[in-house]
């Protein structure tokens, strides 16, 4: 059997399940079913990590169907896809039938792929917390060194040692950032393109603060409509709305007393920013349907792919919501300014999918590295994920070689570029020259003002200056560049 994740989608159409497949075969082992039958015999057979349902269902719908497979098979992370946005159907089905998330038609590949791997990382975060928790019980250790020995497991899988980056890569100066303020309750807005680690980011400035100890949740706000994502965040009372059978407790009850985080926190309606800064402003949240408010204590990092200064220039997004989220801002640099990383990111990525795929793949060829290094990488780390899986799957050796790679990342045999790395020289020596055409690049798009340069590329104007000076190109213009 593969040690891939195991994924059951269910859906009548066969044309939605290949177009499910082509999305998710590469990163999950996709079993397929037509059925509620025919998935609770998969069921009953397999270890299945989540389920992905369609909410029409032949004799049926999805919902109901999943209140069943969580009375019976209670660990896989279900989700459901639905064409009706206002089903009040799934809206009571998100409490009484366990939904992770609800994905809307018609549905984006890009996103439905993040959310099914967040789904999967939270099904093993719950196997996790159960081993732990059987670890602690035969232990029998004091409960002083329990939680401390749980904070150090947490903190090594999620802390920042676990960002991968060299040591003189623009990600290092986010993360010396991130660690000077990770030990204070100050709000964090964390923006960056997709794709380049902000959850991530998040985790580990959760578990690198006094609140490690307490939940760390997580909530894609574009994800959900807005009546939805309330419910989620805030909880409901029984009879709050038509399927609300039970009271539900939200997120942010949930994590009272450590950590939330709302991410695309750009893409929520003005309707939801005034009931949002109603509860960072009091500290309070009130359930819906509920009469009294309740207090809860809990630290915000949001993030978002959008500059919100030109949302609110714009007005979409209120001005004292971004500053109450915005108490300290934190930029990810996108990949095409950290080529320096991008070896060790393939290698790390590497080895965890050789190990997912069960392929022994040793590492890449010297020209399969030079391709991956000179690419822009506009899909950031997820992209660079999605063509090394590619390579593996292709592969029959024990190193990856350029002709696995697509055509647009292939290298061109007689065009030379300044963006290559070179085949001469070590491979510290090649991502140098690379590191330096980008900056070149850079300096000649803004005319050498130093600030904008230091500003894209996620450098502090002294570090700049000082990559200047080491590769000559101050010399190289035959001018200084300007200060500003």
């Known amino acids: 059997m593969t040690a891939r994740p ?43 990590h989540a389920i992905l349902c369609d909410q029409r269902m032949p004799g049926g719908n999805g919902v109901d169907f999943l209140k069943t497979v969580r009375d019976r098979w209670p660990d896989p992370v279900r989700m459901i896809i639905s064409g009706f ?7 009571a089905g998100v409490n009484e039938a366990g939904i992770y998330q609800y994905i809307t038609k018609p549905w984006d590949p890009d996103h439905l792929l993040e959310v099914v791997k967040g789904a999967v990382q939270l099904f093993q975060l719950q196997r996790d917390h159960q081993s732990v928790s059987l670890e602690m019980r035969a232990a029998a250790a004091p409960l002083e060194q329990l939680v401390a020995g749980k904070r150090r497991l947490l903190q090594s899988r999620y802390g920042f040692e676990a960002i991968t980056h060299a040591a003189d890569s623009p990600m290092a100066e986010a993360i010396h950032q991130a660690r000077r303020i990770a030990g204070y309750d ?11 680690g902000k959850e991530l980011m998040a985790r580990a400035l959760h578990y690198n603060s006094h609140r490690a100890g307490k939940p760390f949740v997580v909530e894609n706000c574009g994800a959900l409509p807005d009546q939805l994502l309330e419910s989620e965040l805030f909880g409901c009372k029984k009879g709050a709305f038509t399927g609300a059978y039970e009271d539900r407790i939200g997120l942010f009850e949930q994590a009272d007393g450590g950590t939330v985080f709302l991410d695309e926190i750009g893409e929520t309606s003005p309707a939801f920013q005034v009931k949002l800064l109603r509860v960072l402003q ?12 309740r207090k809860v204590d809990v630290r915000i990092i949001a993030a978002t792919n959008r500059t919100l200064e030109e949302e609110v220039a ?7 919501l971004y500053y109450r989220l915005a108490a300290f801002r934190l930029h990810l640099p996108p990949l095409r300014a950290r080529p320096m990383d991008v070896p060790l990111l393939a ?53 990856l070689d350029a002709d696995l790679l697509p055509d647009a990342l292939r290298p061109r045999p007689g065009v030379a570029s300044d963006r290559s790395v070179g085949s001469g020289g070590g491979l510290k020596e090649q991502v140098e020259r690379l590191e330096a055409g980008i900056i070149g690049d850079a300096l000649a798009r803004h005319g050498w003002n130093i600030s904008r340069v230091a500003g894209e590329l996620g450098l502090s104007r002294v570090g700049l200056r000082a990559k200047l000076q080491r590769y000559g190109l101050e010399r190289a213009e035959g001018r200084e560049p300007s200060p500003s």
Request: aromatic content about 4%; overall charge negative.
């Open 6 to 48: 195991i994924l059951l989608v269910i859906d009548d159409e066969l044309r939605s399940q290949e177009a499910l497949r082509r999305v998710l075969d590469d990163s999950f082992e996709v079993l397929a079913a037509s059925s509620a039958a025919e998935a609770e015999l998969l069921l009953e057979s397999e270890m299945v």
């Open 85 to 91: 946005t206002d089903s009040e159907d799934i809206i």
């Open 186 to 196: 100050i709000s964090v807005l964390i923006t960056g393109e997709s794709g380049t």
């Open 314 to 320: 714009a007005k979409r997004f209120r001005r004292d």
């Open 347 to 399: 290698a790390l990525l590497l080895g965890e999918t050789s190990k997912a795929f069960a392929k022994p793949v040793r590492g890449f060829t010297p020209a399969a590295l030079a391709a991956l290094a000179a690419h822009d990488w506009p899909g950031n780390v997820r992209e660079l994920q999605n063509e090394i899986q590619r390579m593996v799957a292709l592969g029959d050796g024990p190193l």
């Open 282 to 293: 009091d500290g309070e949240i009130r359930p819906l349907g509920a009469r009294l408010t």
